[in-house]
């Protein structure tokens, strides 16, 4: 009996002994490759920001050597040279942004305090300020509750400048097909033949019911609840389904829903502003 207790201690001290070196292989393992995602994560950010160094620079010559003073004066020629070369940046409000679905360069890119913008294009429109951005169509001019877009409006606009066909039509949130008069609102599906477009977002039409009243105000703080802001670059939120609501509440156009548009808004429903801005 005592000479097999002895063997059971033996046992276990080799089993603890094996135990220990495992762990510390381990933990070896592990450290290396966290300081090797690191060194990546430092080397992928160091190319990003070169890149966007790079452009800013060709932005300011293309900007100065042509007296402008706008991004959007920039012709579709002199915006194809400084993007001449590259899939993954473009030009937006003024600066260079990240253009991509890849997370991980999304969140590096961010984290080096450059903007991200999905599925971005420009739709080629007289003065360029209406945007198709991650899946939504904005910059339709809201002049206080009056002067709204119509069916017409939209589809007249979007043909001209060959962004859909005459096939093109535009359902509300329902999925009824509007007719000509009827005023779009956030929500509204824009169908080239049977392939979606995109979704039209009406800052400050927050509940997608036609109109800016109260009841958007209400929506928005539904939205954020305690005070948590909403990121409207972050790719968890592109990708929600109801990203184009969220579009909807930035109404002061910072990429951020929070209670800053919650006081906008207020303002314009209380009549202190008379506009919500749909173009920045």
Do not use: W
């Not at 096939?167 to 979606?196: F, M």
Request: charged share 25%; aromatic share 4%; glycine share 6%.
């Amino acid at each position: 009996m005592k000479t097999n207790k002895k063997q059971e201690q033996g046992i276990s001290l080799i089993v603890l002994v094996i135990t220990i070196i495992v762990m510390i292989i381990l933990a070896g393992a592990i450290i290396l490759s966290l300081n090797n995602s690191s060194v990546i994560g430092r080397a992928e950010e160091a190319v990003i920001k070169s890149d966007v160094a790079s452009l800013r620079e060709k932005l300011q010559v293309i900007l100065a050597d042509n007296k402008l003073n706008a991004i959007e004066d920039i012709t579709a020629e002199q915006e194809e040279e400084l993007l001449s070369g590259t899939t993954e940046y473009g030009i937006y409000e003024n600066d260079i942004v990240y253009i991509g679905n890849d997370t991980e360069k999304q969140n590096t890119a961010m984290d080096s305090g450059i903007q991200v913008i999905t599925s971005y294009e420009f739709i080629k429109n007289i003065d360029k300020k209406l945007l198709y951005i991650n899946g939504c169509i904005t910059g339709l001019q809201l002049d206080g509750n009056e002067n709204r877009n119509t069916k017409v409006d939209v589809l007249n606009l979007l043909t001209k400048n060959g962004t859909v066909n005459l096939n093109a039509k535009i359902l509300s949130n329902t999925g009824t097909e509007l007719s000509d008069e009827d005023i779009v609102s956030t929500g509204c599906q824009v169908y080239n033949g049977d392939v979606l477009v995109g979704r039209i977002v009406v800052y400050g039409d927050v509940d997608k019911n036609n109109d800016v009243d109260a009841h958007d105000v209400t929506t928005i703080l539904s939205l954020v609840t305690n005070d948590d802001a909403i990121n409207l670059l972050d790719p968890e939120t592109i990708s929600n389904s109801e990203y184009y609501i969220y579009r909807a509440a930035d109404v002061n156009h910072d990429n951020i829903v929070n209670s800053e548009d919650v006081t906008m808004l207020l303002r314009f429903t209380s009549g202190v502003i008379s506009t919500i801005e749909q173009r920045k």
